[in-house]
């Protein structure tokens, strides 16, 4: 069976237990939106705008209809934080210590570093300076699932000499996750996240 949804303006397949669309990667629209503070909507189609936010939680966006997901984010803050996330379940962050670890590669003009953090209570997927535009593009694996997701990240701040984020990251619990946390270490953010289903 095949329908056109136009909510999602989107063509889709029914698979035999869910409508998934057709494409290799298919928007999806959290069930919900919350932020610390500041303001945070939902496009019809997925995009979550958000605004002087200190944290930005998208609910209900993974599911067994999708494996793997892609995670695209534009945004600045307003004091050069850096950009964590954590993994959610059910309305609530997992914020345990020991939960969390990553290996990251940065570089800014001619130089090259890179650090490894290992039993964090979050995930940091960019680093950025405040008043320019910073991108991201993640894709985390099967966090709906309940086994160990894994992240990978790029990332770049678009100012004099581009600052580049390449970071992968590991989440040890075996618990399933229906959503995400993205808030800066410091400040406020604004900007745009959108999430993709990987069609299998």
């Known amino acids: 069976q095949t329908i ?3 909510d999602t303006d989107s063509l889709k397949v029914y698979n035999g237990t869910a409508w998934i669309g057709v494409g290799g990667l298919v928007p999806i ?3 919900s939106v919350a932020v610390g503070s500041g303001s945070a ?4 189609l997925g995009q979550v705008s958000f605004t002087t936010v200190s944290s930005v939680s998208l609910n209900g966006v993974f599911t ?3 494996k793997n997901y892609s995670i695209v984010c534009s945004f600045n803050t307003t004091s050069g934080a850096s950009l964590y996330m954590r993994l959610r379940a059910s309305g609530t962050d997992d914020s345990t210590a020991s939960s969390y670890s990553n290996q990251i590669v940065y570089s800014s003009s001619t130089t090259v570093g890179g ?3 290992t039993s964090t209570a979050w995930l940091v997927v960019n680093a950025t300076l405040p008043t320019t535009v910073n991108g991201l593009n993640m894709t985390l694996l ?3 699932l309940a086994a160990a997701t894994g992240m ?3 990332g770049l701040s678009a100012t004099g000499a581009s600052y580049g984020w390449d970071t992968r990251g590991t989440h040890n619990q075996t618990t399933a996750y229906d959503g995400f946390t993205l808030y800066p ?3 406020t953010a604004t900007g745009t996240v959108s999430v993709y289903g990987y069609n299998q």
Do not use: C, F, H, K
């Not at 909507?41 to 019809?44: L, P, Q, Y």
């Open 152 to 154: 990978i990240a790029l």
């Open 29 to 31: 629209v959290p069930t």
């Open 41 to 44: 909507t939902a496009s019809a």
């Open 142 to 144: 099967q966090p709906q």
């Open 64 to 66: 067994s209809a999708y």
């Open 185 to 187: 270490n410091a400040g």
């Open 115 to 117: 650090e490894r953090q």
């Open 4 to 6: 056109y949804e136009t």
